[in-house]
């Protein structure tokens, strides 16, 4: 089993050696693709945008019972981390069903946006976000996941090295 018969280094898969990865086949290419890509851009940034209004308004609740006891404390702590991760999956999730690092940075950008407004300080003082500890934990935790699911998803799009000729 060659490589001249149509199968791969090993003899198991078709293609050979040259030949492109079956993702990058797959893309659309030219001014439709850029095009495809803008659109999803431009609807996944208010998508963001919307998405940390609601879960910086959410992280509020974080701190509701906070006093009451160890117990709430606990639960608290426990939701935050179940909210980040459930995050990062979305971004990681945005990126996967437009196969684009770009998307996952439009939503990263819209959350993070709104995070920098939502802390921005005012006269009467911080209205959302805190300075509590747990919202702290919010702000920090969002952010890296967040920067996490964006590197993330592009490393699965590197090109593959070709393997060496024999």
Known sequence: MGSGDGHGRDGIGPGTAGSAPPAAAARPSGPLSGALTGLTCAVLLPLGATTGLVGS???????????????PQVLAGAGLLAFVALLYGAC?????????????????AGYLATLVVLVAYLPGGDVVITGHLMHYGYLFGTMLALVIGVVHSGLSRLPSRPSPAR
């Open 92 to 108: 990681r999730l945005v990126a996967w069903g437009s196969r684009r690092q770009s998307a996952a940075l439009a939503f990263a």
């Open 57 to 71: 308004f959410g992280a509020g609740w974080l701190t509701r019972y906070w006093d009451a006891g160890a117990i």
